[in-house]
């Protein structure tokens, strides 16, 4: 289906329906990983900037934190 066929009206609501949904997943992302969050606001808060490899060993930090998690980060 391509926004050619959809009415006005419809295609406004498929565009909300769709935002809908993303905001909903990102907000369980943001949820479970609420700890990787709060510990990269507070590097940045002490360091302002973050290289890839502080980036990575700040979430690798909070992820063997997590005992509920078994995930392995590549970032």
Do not use: F, W, Y
């Amino acid at each position: 289906v391509s926004a050619s066929d959809l009415a006005p009206v419809q295609l406004q609501k498929a565009i909300s329906d769709i935002l809908t949904e993303e905001k909903k997943e990102v907000n369980r992302i943001l949820t479970e990983r609420q700890s990787d969050v709060l510990a990269l606001s507070q590097n940045l808060m002490e360091k302002e900037r973050l290289d890839g490899q502080e980036l990575r060993e700040t979430l690798n930090t909070t992820l063997s934190l997590d005992s509920h998690s078994t995930r392995m980060l590549a970032v």
